[in-house]
């Protein structure tokens, strides 16, 4: 038997906070804004943790933006326990993707 395909579903459909930002350069952006992107990334998780709402996952640089992902149970109640942080970075212009169960159920919050 092959456990790989007997993986029980999950309990609850996983939404996502998915939010973007503008970097300085068409690239990776400087080492300041990376810092400051991986500051508020573990800051997130922190708080995303202590709130019991989901996980932090991680980041992508690449093309002059960052790419900061989340995901839970419930997108609004992830996005409104890491708002304060995301609006507190800088880079502009910003926005957030708010992901149902759906893709067909997104929304978008500018930052």
Request: aromatic letters at 10%.
């Amino acid at each position: 038997m092959d456990t790989l395909f007997d993986l029980p579903e999950p309990e609850t459909p996983e939404q996502a906070v998915i939010a973007h930002y503008r970097l300085s350069d068409d690239q990776y952006g400087s080492p300041a804004e990376r810092e400051a992107i991986y500051d508020a990334e573990r800051a997130m998780t922190s708080a995303v943790q202590e709130a019991g709402v989901g996980e932090v996952d991680g980041n992508e640089f690449g093309v002059g933006e960052a790419v900061l992902y989340a995901y839970g149970a419930n997108a609004t109640t992830l996005f409104k326990v890491m708002e304060a942080t995301l609006r507190s970075l800088p880079f502009r212009p910003a926005y957030v993707v708010l992901r149902n169960e759906s893709r067909e159920a997104e929304s978008r919050v500018d930052l």
